[in-house]
């Protein structure tokens, strides 16, 4: 078994990969700067771990095109990636916190009349919370709008708003591969955005219904390995997004759950396919 | 051991072993530091990427 690991740098993450996979196979780790198309690559599975959403996308894409399969594959990346393309598939399994998409400036300033204030607004893309912003009234309405007026991409002009969840301080985060519900923590901060890469600190978190909502939104893409973000809405749980490329090193820290291992697992599985 | 200057804060470290692209945490100042070459020993800091994904 010959398993690739394509990367732009090795963080723990890439690392943790990497030893559990030798005890299943060959190991071919592809730097960025070593990888051109078209050329065949020796490989029985890919695991993508390149950073950027986009090189990730593309490289998923130009491996299966040669015929190899990938985790996470370039349609599972496609969809679970993109928020407005994850919110459609969502949606039809698990609550999600009410959104609106619009594609103009004009629409967008409509919204508040339908989801009222305060509003978030992100990007279609990415992750780490950037560039999510709270909009608390109409002069922060247009002021976010008027910045994303003048960001270069293209996809920062297409306007996709949630409404505020207030979160007690915490949301949780869970992963789901292969269908097998992994583990999820807690991620804790006093700021609204609560990824542990700002800081946010991380617990162990142990509950049912968080098990059962994480498969139902795997369930929604049906394949590959998703990190799953989940809010304490006052109602219930919501799924605020998924996330196809994971990052999980605080996860198996705090949780003691050898993520790493069941993502190579769940890799050499696709592989015998 | 390789030894480590932070070019963030001046600050040096050592580690065991690198590895070329390998991540590292500068102990004094908290940036992460890729290495870019092996010999030399060259670090850089990560730059704040692309589009991303994270925890
Ligand atoms: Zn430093």
Redesign the pocket.
């Known amino acids: 078994m010959r398993i690739g690991v394509t990367y732009t740098i090795l963080r723990k993450e890439e690392l943790m990969i990497r030893d559990r996979a030798r005890e299943y196979g060959e190991v071919v780790m592809l730097h960025e700067d070593d990888l051109t198309f078209p050329k065949k690559y020796d490989l029985d599975v890919a695991i993508i771990r390149n950073i950027s959403h986009y090189k990730a996308l593309y490289i998923a894409k130009l491996l299966e095109e040669q015929g190899t399969p990938t985790v996470n594959s370039f349609n599972l990346m496609l969809e679970a990636g993109d928020k407005v393309f994850a919110t459609l598939k969502l949606a039809k399994k698990v609550p999600v916190p009410r959104w609106r998409v619009s594609f103009s400036e004009k629409s967008a300033k409509k919204i508040p009349e339908e989801l009222g204030y305060p509003l978030v607004s992100k990007p279609v893309f990415g992750s780490w919370g950037r560039l999510l912003a709270k909009i608390n009234d109409e002069d922060s309405l247009e002021n976010v709008l008027e910045h994303k007026k003048w960001m270069k991409n293209p996809l920062y002009n297409i306007h996709y708003f949630q409404e505020f969840i207030d979160k007690p301080g915490r949301d949780i985060r869970s992963y789901v591969i292969g269908g097998e519900f992994v583990t999820a923590i807690y991620r804790y901060s006093d700021h609204w955005i609560t990824n542990t890469a700002r800081g946010g600190r991380a617990e162990p978190c142990d509950r049912e219904d968080v098990v059962e909502i994480s498969i139902k939104a795997w369930e929604a893409f049906g394949e590959g390995a998703l990190a799953i973000d989940i809010f304490e809405g006052k109602n219930g749980l919501l799924v605020n997004e998924v996330n196809p490329n994971m990052e999980f090193k605080n996860a198996a820290r705090v949780t003691g759950v050898d993520i790493a291992r069941k993502l190579v697992e769940y890799a050499v599985e696709v592989a015998k396919r | 051991m390789p030894k480590i200057v932070?070019p963030?804060?001046g600050?040096e470290f050592e580690v065991e072993s690198v590895e070329l692209h390998e991540v590292l945490e500068?102990p004094?100042?908290g940036?992460e530091l890729e290495v870019v070459s092996l010999n030399p020993l060259v670090v850089e800091e990560v730059p704040e990427v692309e589009e991303d994904w994270g925890e």
């Open positions: 932070c963030v804060c600050g500068c004094v100042c940036v």
